[in-house]
């Protein structure tokens, strides 16, 4: 076996290595620059269209998906600059090519993340609720906390995290309480059948219109039915919705006040009332049961 022929074999490698990397490492530099040059540029471009956009479009959401796709895209450019600049033209070739298989793959494989995608960018252009507003979808409700590309973020009233997908807040119904910027309060109430109706409603309108928050707009009264044990209104008031804690304030001084009111002029708001019959047919009458019980005693 002769050893020194596999040692100049070895050797050669070697040399022929490191001729290749000298005569490359001027190109190699050069398209390292290039690439710090496009990080720079991306970070720069970022930085300025942000201010344009911060100007000109009141959506910080979408101001965030068009800043990180442009700074997404000149980096990627970068990428093929500097491999260009290594005369790997093949490579960006096959890149390229590998690039579009890869990416129909995926687009089957993940489906769902590419719809959550563009659902979250067709919401930021929309605007349908912004961070801090109350809204409530798929029977989650709470405080937008996070507008992300693929997910919403809601907190609930007792303070749990809710993680939504994009998808599902974009196609199903939403309702966003802090759109007016006030809410209406429908109480529903019962009085007795023996009081005055025209009163009730006098003295009900007289009672919500100290309630707090408050807005200017028409206090409604209208009597619905007549109850098993009562006939039964429904008051309503707008207040300011500033959040579902002043909301529910505002509802809970509203009852207080028509009770005081009620309270003041004997007016009564009566209890269910049942009636137990004894004496039907397969029944038993009421005095012998009790007088039964009685003997038993």
Do not use: C
């Given at each position: 076996?002769?050893?020194?022929?596999?040692?100049?074999?070895?050797?050669?490698?070697?040399?022929?290595?490191?001729?290749?990397?000298?005569?490359?490492?001027?190109?190699?530099?050069?398209?390292?620059?290039?690439?710090?040059?496009?990080?720079?540029?991306?970070?720069?471009?970022?930085?300025?269209?942000?201010?344009?956009?911060?100007?000109?479009?009141?959506?910080?959401?979408?101001?965030?998906?068009?800043?990180?796709?442009?700074?997404?895209?000149?980096?990627?450019?970068?990428?093929?600059?500097?491999?260009?600049?290594?005369?790997?033209?093949?490579?960006?070739?096959?890149?390229?090519?590998?690039?579009?298989?890869?990416?129909?793959?995926?687009?089957?494989?993940?489906?769902?993340?590419?719809?959550?995608?563009?659902?979250?960018?067709?919401?930021?252009?929309?605007?349908?609720?912004?961070?801090?507003?109350?809204?409530?979808?798929?029977?989650?409700?709470?405080?937008?906390?996070?507008?992300?590309?693929?997910?919403?973020?809601?907190?609930?009233?007792?303070?749990?995290?809710?993680?939504?997908?994009?998808?599902?807040?974009?196609?199903?119904?939403l309702i966003n309480d802090s759109f007016n910027g006030k809410k209406r309060i429908d109480l529903g109430v019962g009085v007795s059948y023996g009081d005055d109706l025209e009163k009730v409603r006098k003295l009900t309108l007289e009672a919500v219109k100290s309630v707090p928050r408050r807005t200017e707009d028409e206090i409604t009264f209208v009597y619905e039915e007549f109850g098993d044990s009562s006939i039964?209104?429904?008051?309503?008031?707008?207040?300011?919705?500033?959040?579902?804690?002043?909301?529910?304030?505002?509802?809970?001084?509203?009852?207080?006040?028509?009770?005081?009111?009620?309270?003041?002029?004997?007016?009564?708001?009566?209890?269910?009332?049942?009636?137990?019959?004894?004496?039907?047919?397969?029944?038993?009458?009421?005095?012998?049961?009790?007088?039964?019980?009685?003997?038993?005693?």
């Amino acid at each position: 076996m002769d050893i020194s022929k596999y040692y100049d074999i070895v050797v050669n490698k070697v040399i022929s290595w490191s001729e290749n990397f000298v005569s490359m490492l001027p190109n190699f530099i050069l398209a390292l620059l290039a690439f710090f040059v496009f990080v720079v540029i991306a970070k720069f471009s970022v930085r300025l269209l942000n201010r344009i956009l911060n100007k000109t479009i009141d959506n910080p959401a979408l101001n965030n998906i068009i800043s990180k796709t442009i700074y997404i895209a000149i980096i990627i450019i970068g990428t093929f600059v500097a491999l260009s600049v290594l005369n790997l033209q093949k490579t960006v070739t096959s890149l390229l090519a590998g690039a579009g298989i890869i990416g129909l793959a995926l687009g089957f494989a993940f489906q769902d993340i590419a719809a959550n995608f563009i659902s979250g960018i067709l919401m930021a252009a929309r605007r349908p609720f912004k961070v801090g507003d109350v809204i409530e979808t798929l029977n989650h409700e709470g405080i937008v906390k996070k507008i992300n590309i693929r997910t919403t973020e809601l907190t609930s009233f007792q303070g749990q995290q809710i993680i939504i997908p994009n998808k599902e807040v974009f196609q199903n119904a939403l309702i966003n309480d802090s759109f007016n910027g006030k809410k209406r309060i429908d109480l529903g109430v019962g009085v007795s059948y023996g009081d005055d109706l025209e009163k009730v409603r006098k003295l009900t309108l007289e009672a919500v219109k100290s309630v707090p928050r408050r807005t200017e707009d028409e206090i409604t009264f209208v009597y619905e039915e007549f109850g098993d044990s009562s006939i039964n209104f429904t008051v309503r008031i707008w207040v300011e919705f500033k959040s579902q804690f002043t909301y529910k304030d505002s509802q809970s001084e509203a009852i207080i006040a028509i009770k005081k009111a009620f309270d003041e002029n004997d007016i009564t708001i009566p209890f269910p009332i049942r009636t137990l019959d004894f004496g039907i047919k397969g029944g038993e009458k009421l005095n012998e049961v009790v007088d039964w019980k009685k003997s038993k005693g």
